[in-house]
């Protein structure tokens, strides 16, 4: 499930069903568990076109968008060699139930999703986390 925003009217919001996507190789699927909501979570909406935070996580439809939030998640599914399922990350995250990423630069502090749409954005590196 994900909860995505008309981008051009913010006031316009709609959650989308729907199961979650299957990884291939070298990807891995993450479930959002929580995450915080801050005035920045909406500046990200506000200046989502003008930052490009929009293009982070694509939402189902381009007029559409997904709102970006700091949270914690579980590697529900992994077909990366270097990352564990049941890991839990505290990253940037969609406001949704999953993400599918393509994590690069794996270490014992964490890694950073590779997945190709979001090349040309800032790097959002995610850690691992032992908290309980």
Same mark, same amino acid.
């Given at each position: 499930?994900?909860?995505?925003?008309?981008?051009?009217?913010?006031?316009?919001?709609?959650?989308?069903?729907?199961?979650?996507?299957?990884?291939?190789?070298?990807?891995?699927?993450?479930?959002?568990?929580?995450?915080?909501?801050?005035?920045?979570?909406?500046?990200?909406?506000?200046?989502?076109?003008?930052?490009?935070?929009?293009?982070?996580?694509?939402?189902?439809? $381009? =007029?559409?968008?997904?709102?970006?939030?700091?949270?914690? %998640?579980?590697?529900?599914?992994?077909?990366? /060699?270097?990352? @564990? !399922?049941?890991?839990?990350?505290?990253?940037?995250?969609?406001?949704?139930?999953?993400?599918?990423?393509? $994590? =690069?630069?794996?270490?014992?502090?964490?890694?950073?999703? %590779?997945?190709?749409?979001?090349?040309?954005? /800032?790097?959002? @590196? !995610?850690?691992?986390?032992?908290?309980?």
């Amino acid at each position: 499930m994900d909860f995505e925003l008309h981008r051009t009217d913010l006031h316009e919001t709609r959650f989308v069903h729907g199961d979650p996507p299957s990884p291939e190789d070298g990807q891995a699927l993450l479930r959002v568990e929580s995450f915080g909501l801050t005035s920045n979570n909406i500046t990200y909406a506000v200046f989502g076109e003008a930052m490009t935070y929009w293009d982070f996580f694509p939402a189902s439809d $381009p =007029d559409w968008g997904k709102l970006n939030v700091w949270g914690y %998640a579980n590697v529900e599914d992994s077909r990366h /060699p270097d990352l @564990a !399922t049941g890991t839990r990350i505290y990253g940037y995250l969609p406001c949704a139930s999953h993400l599918l990423i393509v $994590p =690069d630069r794996i270490d014992s502090k964490g890694f950073v999703d %590779a997945a190709p749409h979001r090349a040309n954005s /800032p790097p959002r @590196a !995610t850690k691992n986390s032992s908290r309980g």
